[in-house]
């Protein structure tokens, strides 16, 4: 077995998708208009606006990072704040960029399984405002996939979306794992963005098979122009923009990216249910994607370890660990990881 077979530290340390590959290595012959202006950026524009049903804007750009900062920065001005939860990648992994593009702070609320609360959230939201002293919520800022694996519901995502409306909130959704989470909800994109009051959603491809293409896509497009301006300032609007855009087209040609989003959901409900069988092995409920956290008992940890396995712990307390499935994740590797989960155990 080779290392990268050993790896469930997360869905960023495999390679790409051999069909986004193939694709950039087409697209790179010839000349292509520069800076988007290119046939694989319009065909993405017009791919996506099949995919979730309505008019939109696409903004392509090589990073999450990118995508995340740039879309808060436009929803929210220099007094402003971005209402989020303290889990949030925003928050925690993504070194003060929405603070450092936009001007203004991140407000960080609590909630069970790195969800806002609806209910908190208005309650909060209603904090001086309009106090000229005081830093202004402005938007709100949701993951989907959470950090914990969780995925807000439908349900939940109305509920946000109707404080939003209602408080004259902007809604911006980090897709970092969008196609996981539509995977495990079984709706439509619209159903899952601008139909619960998303305005702008950074839809991620790199951790699902791209080698490194995310789309702002704005579902509210007077905030277009602006991104559009912000996008360049940034140093985020590639000359060669094509060759981002044909990993896109080549994401969304014939479903790759729910194909994808399946099987590495598949593999984390294997990896769980394999897992719930070794003695002293507790995993924790919230598996909904492709992102797994169980207790390990040290031994265990240790003994995994120094068998070539890779996954993170010790950030969600004594014991917990974090497995991360990929598309490229095999059921071998996972039946791998199990067995000697189990042998560790039995020992």
Not at 55 to 80: E, I, K, R, Y
Request: with cysteine; aromatic share 6%; hydrophobic share 45%.
């Amino acid at each position: 077995m080779s290392a990268s077979n050993q790896n469930f530290a997360s869905d960023n340390v495999v390679g790409a998708s051999p069909e986004i590959l193939a694709a950039v290595a087409a697209a790179n012959g010839g000349a292509q208009a520069s800076y988007g202006a290119d046939e694989y950026s319009r065909r993405v524009e017009n791919k996506l606006r099949d995919v979730f049903e309505t008019d939109l804007d696409v903004l392509l750009v090589a990073t999450g990072s990118a995508a995340n900062a740039l879309s808060l920065a436009a929803m929210t001005p220099p007094w402003g704040g971005v209402l989020c939860h303290e889990e949030s990648h925003i928050s925690n992994d993504e070194c003060g960029a929405p603070e450092f593009y936009s001007g203004g702070r991140l407000l960080v609320l609590g909630g069970a399984g790195a969800k806002l609360d609806p209910v908190a959230l208005k309650t909060h939201s209603l904090a001086k405002i309009g106090d000229v002293h005081c830093t202004q919520p402005t938007c709100v800022g949701i993951s989907q996939v959470t950090e914990l694996g969780t995925v807000y519901s439908l349900a939940e995502l109305r509920a946000i979306g109707a404080v939003c409306r209602e408080r004259k909130f902007r809604l911006h959704m980090d897709g970092a794992r969008f196609a996981n989470a539509l995977a495990a909800l079984g709706c439509t994109p619209a159903e899952m963005t601008w139909k619960s009051g998303v305005d702008v959603l950074s839809f991620g491809a790199t951790k699902n098979g791209a080698l490194a293409a995310e789309a702002i896509v704005v579902f509210d497009r007077s905030l277009t122009e602006e991104l559009a301006y912000r996008r360049k300032r940034g140093g985020h609007l590639l000359s060669k923009m094509r060759l981002i855009a044909a990993q896109m087209d080549a994401y969304l040609a014939d479903d790759l990216w729910l194909h994808n989003a399946r099987h590495a959901n598949a593999m984390a409900r294997r990896l769980a249910d394999g897992l719930r069988g070794v003695p002293g092995i507790v995993v924790h409920d919230g598996c909904d994607a492709n992102i797994l956290f169980c207790t390990l008992p040290q031994s265990i940890n240790d003994g995994l370890h120094a068998q070539g396995f890779h996954f993170y712990g010790d950030r969600w307390g004594p014991g917990v660990v974090r497995l991360v499935t990929s598309f490229a994740t095999q059921a071998a590797d996972v039946d791998a990881f199990i067995a000697a989960a189990r042998s560790l155990s039995s020992s």
